[in-house]
């Protein structure tokens, strides 16, 4: 299984590398023609790929096909491909999915950005396995995170109600442990990509408002996915995840 680590660039691509490519080289066009159509310069978007379910394997051959950023939704899932994709260096990790303040201590410093963090006490966590690091004399830079903004008013979504996230944002400003950098949404499900617009819109307001009263600059919203992205780069996403487009439909979860 580790044999990855080994062969990070075989002679030939396989039939599958070859559509994981075509399917990047599509997305990575629809990217810039959204840029373009909104002004925007080609570099102002990055491409995270969400690996879920996928195979080390996929994550491999798309990043031999340039694509550097990946998200993972499950901590164990995570972990392991971590492990089996230690060779490829400069593959950056982003976690993506619902994280549980007990998990904390396992994801601070192993992902180059959460994405989903969405409660004081997960804030609290992360903080707590930051001071405890450094009283053992590991001092790790502040994890950078997004906070994850419930702008549909999902019950059944995590992320912070938006008239919360104003003093959420300003307690979590407060640990060193942490620097908040943008925030996220994830729209309610709809098969009408327009309907995602509103949310969008509604996330780069929060977010200007929220620059405002703390005082920082927040350069990042991470927002669209494969069926509402180019609507997200008008709206002005700065990270956009696509997981379908790119991998092929998901299969069953793995474990
Ligand atoms: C799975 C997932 C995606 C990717 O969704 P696709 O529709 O497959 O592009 C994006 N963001 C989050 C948070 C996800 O869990």
């Avoid at 939704?73 to 999915?97: M, P, V």
């Avoid at 059944?156 to 944002?169: R, T």
């Amino acid at each position: 299984m580790s044999g990855l680590k080994n062969n990070a660039t075989p002679d030939t691509d396989s039939p599958a590398d070859s559509l994981l490519k075509e399917n990047l080289q599509k997305v990575r066009d629809r990217m810039s023609q959204a840029l373009e159509a909104a002004s925007r310069t080609p570099d102002s978007v990055r491409l995270v790929a969400i690996s879920k379910f996928h195979p080390c394997s996929s994550i491999a051959s798309l990043f031999r096909a340039g694509q550097t950023v990946f998200g993972e939704n499950y901590l164990q899932e995570a972990q392991k491909k971590q492990d089996e994709l230690s060779g490829c260096l400069g593959l950056e990790w982003h976690f993506t999915g619902h994280l549980q303040s007990k998990k904390a201590k396992e994801v601070l410093g192993n992902f180059k950005l959460i994405h989903t963090l969405d409660s004081l006490s997960l804030g609290e966590s992360l903080n707590k396995a930051w001071q405890k690091n450094l009283d053992n004399g590991i001092m790790t830079p502040p994890q950078e995170v997004l906070i994850q903004v419930n702008t549909g008013r999902e019950p059944q979504k995590s992320g912070v109600m938006p008239e919360d996230l104003p003093a959420l944002a300003e307690k979590i400003q407060q640990f060193s442990a942490i620097r908040i950098t943008g925030l996220m949404c994830l729209p309610p499900f709809t098969d009408k990509p327009e309907d995602s617009r509103e949310h969008f819109i509604a996330l780069r307001e929060l977010k200007e408002r929220l620059i405002l009263s703390l005082g920082c600059d927040l350069p990042v919203l991470s927002m669209g996915m494969s069926h509402d992205f180019e609507i997200a780069i008008a709206e002005g996403a700065t990270l956009i995840r696509i997981g379908t487009d790119i991998f092929g439909p998901r299969p069953a979860r793995a474990s």
